[in-house]
């Protein structure tokens, strides 16, 4: 099945810095790439997702690219704001939600 | 529209008793699963469905049992509870699998086993 490791555990960044954070991924077939956030005692939520055939996907100050020759993907957040802090999981899979296989996800404290 | 409801919030167990998880959702979402969420192990997939009457394992289905009966309700049941069940147990779906627009997640039922 699929593996995802996700790098660093923990990120402490100055606000208004920049954030990133690195996933790999095992399954060649995987074709979907989901980020998803979760804030201290609350559910994970979606910020942004990419698929295959694209190699980077921008969302405001939030951004993914993807390398499927290196099977891996990178999450970048710009212009960081206490708000950002959480904790990212990013996610593979073949089709879709589909047995989605998560990342161990990464804590970032932004810093005032 | 509620979203993804589950229930208990919170349940403590001694070990070898059974219990239910309940989830539900109102949005007619074809895809539904179940996730456990350990300290710095991430979000592993216990089992999911793709429709009324469909379930398929996940990637840690050992100890737990569901069944689709309806669109709206996917219950995991542990049959007999152990220590390492202790966890957070989140409830998700979806429109259809392929879909991009995201897992939609319960507010989660933190369960302790004694």
């Known amino acids: 099945g699929e593996n995802v490791e996700q790098h660093p555990s923990t990120l402490s960044v100055q606000e208004g810095d920049s954030a990133v954070i690195k996933c790999t991924y095992s399954?060649?077939?995987?074709?979907?790439f989901p980020w998803y956030k979760q804030e201290l005692g609350k559910r994970p939520q979606l910020i942004i997702d990419i698929r295959s055939n694209v190699g980077e996907k921008k969302d405001q100050r939030i951004a993914v690219t993807l390398n499927k020759t290196a099977k891996h993907f990178s999450l970048h957040i710009t212009e960081t704001q206490p708000e950002d802090s959480a904790v990212y999981f990013c996610?593979?899979?073949?089709?879709?939600?589909?047995?989605?296989?998560f990342g161990t996800g990464t804590r970032l404290t932004i810093i005032p | 529209n509620a979203g993804v409801t589950q229930t208990p919030k919170f349940q403590v167990l001694k070990t070898g008793q059974s219990m239910t998880l309940q989830c539900a959702q109102d949005?007619?979402?074809?895809?539904m699963s179940w996730y456990r969420q350990d300290p710095g192990m991430g979000l592993r997939l216990i089992h999911y469905?793709?429709?009324?009457?469909?379930?398929d394992q996940g990637e840690v289905p050992n100890g737990y049992n569901v069944s689709r009966s309806t669109t709206e309700d996917f219950p995991l049941r542990l049959l007999s509870a152990a220590p390492s069940q202790t966890s957070v147990y989140f409830c998700a779906s979806s429109y259809s699998r392929g879909t991009s627009a995201g897992l939609s997640f319960g507010p989660g039922t933190r369960l302790l086993v004694l």
């Open positions: 469905s793709v429709g009324a009457g469909i379930t």
């Open positions: 949005m007619n979402h074809e895809y």
């Open positions: 996610a593979a899979s073949i089709t879709g939600n589909e047995k989605l296989t």
């Open positions: 399954d060649s077939a995987s074709n979907y």
